[in-house]
């Protein structure tokens, strides 16, 4: 998923959004280099206030499931916290991975940063353009062609058509997926997908960037060109917020770990000791998992 979002942007709980006070969004423009009398001083780029997110569980799909349910006195549904209650603030250049156990809520919370979604309580503000890879499709339309979704895409991330042209062959070379431009990408290998999706979203210049579990899906040269290009927009001082398996990469990739257990977070520090904390929860699960153990 992906979308950009200009100048400040504030996702509330509160359906009146005047109540928020979010009123300096004009006094930053997006992409702008540090304003003046910030030198040094850290920057917010991510704000998330006490954030939460409840889904609703349905157990029954039909009528006569719901039927069943209810004579045998079942609930229907059920709802479930994926987030409780998390307070984050993330600084312009920082670079954080983001860790936890599959369904401890790093994708819920990186569609929160997004945009995509909306909290139940709580706020997200953003300030500058931000760039997501979030969960395969990443943006990406099935019927288009390559060449088309390069288009469509750049300009959803905020990109000019004379932007896009200019950088239409960078971002073609770097995906590598030239010969098959003027296909559809559904017919395209999830590799090859998500090596244009990664591509267009590298060439936005985005302020922020989300990355979720894409790395995993390339080659290994290809991820490396994909870690490589990471460090270079690290180096140009963008947030990015990472989501991978791999904990000596992020180990050496990001500058803080945050470490996520159902839906809150647990630890926020040094990226070293987030993975050593998740590992935890990796081998109790393991341990809660294994058959023949009550
Ligand atoms: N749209 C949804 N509807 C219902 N439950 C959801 C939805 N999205 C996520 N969840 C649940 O919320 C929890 C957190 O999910 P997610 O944020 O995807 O975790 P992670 O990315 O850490 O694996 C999971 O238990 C998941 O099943
Ligand atoms: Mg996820």
Not at 63 to 79: H, K, N, P
Request: charged share 25%; net charge negative.
């Amino acid at each position: 998923m992906s979308g950009d979002m200009s100048g400040d942007v504030t996702t509330d709980a509160s359906t009146d959004a005047s109540t928020d006070a979010s009123t300096d969004a004009s006094t930053d423009a997006p992409g702008s280099a540090a304003a003046p009398g910030d030198a040094g001083a850290p920057v917010p780029s991510i704000v998330v206030d006490g954030v939460s997110k409840r889904f609703t569980l349905r157990h029954a799909r039909s009528i006569r499931e719901m039927t069943i349910r209810a004579l045998r006195r079942q609930r229907l549904s059920e709802t479930f916290d994926a987030l409780d209650g998390v307070s984050l603030t993330l600084h312009r250049g920082e670079t954080v991975a983001l860790m936890g156990l599959n369904g401890s809520g790093k994708s819920t919370l990186l569609k929160l940063m997004s945009g995509v979604m909306s909290p139940d309580a709580g706020s997200v503000r953003v300030r500058g353009r931000i760039a997501g890879l979030i969960d395969v499709g990443a943006g990406l339309h099935p019927d288009l062609t390559g060449r088309e979704n390069v288009y469509l895409n750049a300009a959803i991330l905020g990109m000019s058509e004379a932007e896009t042209r200019r950088k239409f062959d960078a971002i073609v070379e770097f995906s590598g997926v030239e010969r098959f431009l003027d296909n559809e990408v559904r017919f395209y290998s999830s590799g090859m997908f998500m090596r244009l999706a990664f591509s267009i979203a590298a060439h936005t210049e985005p302020d922020i960037f989300l990355i979720d579990e894409v790395l995993a899906v390339g080659d290994p040269p290809f991820r490396e060109k994909c870690l490589e290009r990471i460090r270079e927009l690290r180096g140009e001082g963008r947030t990015m917020v990472i989501v991978a398996h791999d904990i000596p990469m992020l180990t050496r990739l990001c500058d803080r770990g945050v470490t996520l257990r159902q839906g809150r977070i647990v630890f926020d520090g040094d990226p070293a000791e987030a993975g050593r904390l998740w590992l935890e929860d990796r081998r109790a699960r393991q341990t809660a998992d294994r058959p023949g153990k009550s």
